[in-house]
């Protein structure tokens, strides 16, 4: 068994929507970031990744890359799911928690379970999802971005 963490944080710029978990979200803001800037991705990413002991998702996908110039962070989640396959791991849970003011998030939550199951080809109840707010406290808490965090307990395969 081991153990992954991840994080990111990305802040709102001008533009309308943007992708969390996989799945679009409409706000009257984006998110500013190299790819599709989806924290929820990106943080489950760094906490397979780490689990898995191959670094993190600034290693593998570069920002000074311009093939992963907004691209879709589900395709980056599928490299990662390969890395799991080469080395014979399987996802036994992931866990997420997703910081923001605003938007409200509760109606995505499924979407964005299946969507990130769906990719890792794991049952939708393996994939936890919950959102809080930082109480007004800091740049998140002043609605200037959304910050995700994700723990994974991943489990190697017997051949």
Same mark, same amino acid.
């Given at each position: 068994? +081991?153990?992954?963490?991840? *994080? ?6 001008? &533009?309308? &929507?943007? =992708?969390?978990? &996989?799945? /679009?979200?409409? *706000? @009257?803001?984006?998110?500013?970031? =190299? ?6 991705? =990106? ?22 890359? /311009? ?21 014979? *791991?399987?996802? !036994?849970?992931?866990? #997420? ?10 109606? *995505?939550?499924?979407?964005? +379970?299946?969507? #990130? %199951? ?9 994939? !936890? ?9 800091? /740049? #998140?808490? +002043?609605? @200037?971005?959304?910050?995700?965090? %994700? ?7 017997? @051949?």
């Amino acid at each position: 068994m +081991r153990v992954g963490f991840g *994080y990111d944080i990305h802040p709102f710029k001008k &533009g309308k &929507g943007f =992708h969390l978990g &996989g799945v /679009p979200i409409i *706000y @009257k803001k984006k998110l500013k970031g =190299h790819s599709d800037a989806d924290v929820v991705i =990106h943080a489950v990413m760094d906490s397979l990744l780490g689990a898995m002991g191959k670094g993190d998702i600034g290693q593998l996908f570069p920002s000074n890359n /311009p093939f992963y110039k907004d691209i879709s962070s589900l395709l980056l989640l599928k490299e990662v799911k390969k890395m799991l396959n080469e080395d014979s *791991y399987k996802v !036994n849970n992931i866990d #997420i928690t997703i910081v923001a003011e605003e938007p409200k998030l509760n109606d *995505y939550f499924f979407a964005m +379970r299946s969507s #990130i %199951a769906s990719v890792l080809n794991i049952n939708d109840n393996i994939v !936890n999802i919950k959102a809080t707010t930082s109480e007004g406290l800091g /740049p #998140i808490g +002043r609605a @200037k971005g959304i910050e995700a965090y %994700a723990v994974c307990l991943i489990l190697k395969e017997e @051949k």
